[in-house]
Nanobody, 121 residues
Framework: QVQLVESGGGLVQPGGSLRLSCAASGTIFNINAMGWYRQAPGKQRELVAAIITSSGTTNYADSVKGRSTISRDNAKNMVYLQMNNLKPEDTGVYYC??????????????WGQGTQVTVSS
């Protein structure tokens, strides 16, 4: 079974930067969108950024607009999240998501196992 594997998380000081990467362990077809979600302690998982694979159209949470950039490499089935000027409230577990749109069956999601991002001095 194909898995998504995130990397790039860690401890960073406020104002610092991180680049998260997500790779699929095998070939995946019919990826409609790729995205990053995060879950802070005691809070629900929320969308951080997403990108439509065909058009490159992006969507960002208001809290990260202007500070983050999502990008993808369709050939490699990879998605990235560059985060700048990080704030303590960006702390959480970041999950990679692929929305799969098969031709005849319903859409479904693939999730990574998550990578911890901690912003603290």
């Amino acid at each position: 079974q194909v898995q998504l594997v995130e990397s790039g998380g860690g401890l960073v000081q406020p104002g610092g930067s991180l680049r998260l990467s997500c790779a699929a362990s095998g070939t995946i077809f019919n990826i409609n969108a790729m995205g990053w979600y995060r879950q802070a302690p005691g809070k629900q998982r929320e969308l951080v950024a997403a990108i439509i694979t065909s058009s490159g159209t992006t969507n960002y949470a208001d809290s990260v607009k202007g500070r983050s950039t999502i990008s993808r490499d369709n050939a490699k089935n990879m998605v990235y999240l560059q985060m700048n000027n990080l704030k303590p409230e960006d702390t959480g577990v970041y999950y990679c998501n692929f929305r799969i749109r098969p031709r005849v069956t319903a859409d479904y999601d693939l999730w990574g196992q998550g990578t911890q991002v901690t912003v603290s001095s």
